[in-house]
């Protein structure tokens, strides 16, 4: 007689995943209770309005992967994001929406190099150092976008130029087969997809990951941590613009102080996705796990009629307890999770002029 198979060896395996990868456990919960709660969660237009979130908090996200992925931090994203916001508003009647959305982009491509410039001039090698002197820079972008606008409010329904970009970005969608995709959220993946091929199939991308995980032993291996330093910001920098961009697409308004909420958001959406808050380890589809959870928290919270003040408390709960989790990984030493392994100088990919 045929012995059946058992179901010991997959569910083990299940078990063990979800231990290892505790954010799934947290989606998985809150759309389970939700869904008995209130059924409206599981419906085809809130599943399409959680798709639409996929916006400003996600894009700054991804480019804060690589920054605390090399073992430092970006307050800055706040006030790139205001800057940004602000010149490429009032800029789509005086040279156009196309050309506006490209000063925009280069904007913050160049606050995040100067951002690496000052840390590296500065000497700057520690995530602390990185933080005050990016907090600084936040404040010199907003102070920036205060002076350029006088402290107005540009509403893009004002503008007599066209603006079918930004309505694209906003209410666009692009139909597949069985339903229609926002066109924010065909940016979000596009975007995701290129920072994952730079994360794990080029030089830079690993160098990144090296760097954080320990900068002097990068450096013996030939690792040119200066120019990851640069590299990991103009990224930061360059994301925060897209960010910008999708946002004030989406809200019709530009403000000198519209960024500012999103900085505490994009730290806690990449320390939930598991990247480690000291370097070394993490990724930009985990990332994008992370910023899922917020995102489904906020829907949850909204549709079951909880105050704003309330959801504070659970980002904040859910912050205590990411970093809770990430310090028991890193005493338990979990080496099966590193990404990558120890640099040698054998590895001539990552060895320059080998």
């Known amino acids: 007689m045929r012995r059946q198979p058992s179901l010991r060896a997959p569910t083990r395996l299940i078990g063990r995943f979800l231990a290892r990868n505790p954010i799934f456990v947290g989606i998985l919960g809150l759309v389970v209770v939700t869904t008995i709660v209130e059924p409206q969660f599981a419906t085809a237009g809130n599943f399409h309005n959680i798709i639409r979130q996929f916006g400003t908090l996600i894009f700054v996200s991804l480019g804060m992967t690589f920054v605390i992925m090399a073992g430092f931090l970006d307050l800055s994203v706040g006030g790139i994001i205001s800057l940004v916001a602000v010149v490429t508003a009032t800029q789509i009647d005086a040279i156009g929406q196309g050309p506006a959305i490209a000063l925009g982009l280069l904007i913050g491509l160049a606050c995040g190099v100067l951002n690496s410039t000052l840390i590296l001039k500065a000497g700057a090698t520690t995530q602390a150092e990185s933080l005050f002197i990016t907090f600084g820079m936040s ?34 969608s692009i139909p597949l087969v069985f339903f229609s995709v926002p066109v924010s959220f065909v940016l979000f993946v596009v975007c995701a997809a290129l920072l994952l091929v730079v994360e794990r199939r080029t030089y830079m991308g690993r160098a990144v990951l090296l760097t954080g995980a320990n900068k002097t032993a990068s450096r013996l291996a030939g690792v040119r941590v200066d120019r990851s330093i640069v590299m990991i910001y103009a990224v930061s920098g360059l994301m925060s613009a897209v960010a910008s961009i999708v946002l004030i697409s989406q809200v019709t308004l530009a403000s000198p102080v519209i960024g500012q909420p999103y900085l505490l958001q994009a730290i806690l959406a990449v320390v939930v996705g598991g990247t480690a808050l000291v370097g070394g380890r993490g990724s930009v589809l985990w990332t994008a796990f992370g910023a899922l959870l917020l995102i489904l928290l906020n829907n949850c919270l909204d549709l079951l009629g909880v105050s704003t003040y309330i959801e504070f408390m659970f980002r904040g709960a859910i912050l205590i307890l990411a970093i809770w989790l990430d310090s028991r990984r890193a005493e338990g030493g979990a080496a099966r999770m590193a990404p990558v392994e120890a640099p040698t100088i054998a590895e001539h990919d990552l060895v320059e002029g080998a």
């Open 139 to 172: 404040l010199v972008y907003g102070a920036a976008a205060l002076i350029f606008t006088q402290g107005g409010t540009t509403y893009l329904s004002y503008s007599v130029s066209s603006i079918s970009i930004f309505d694209a970005i906003n209410s666009g």
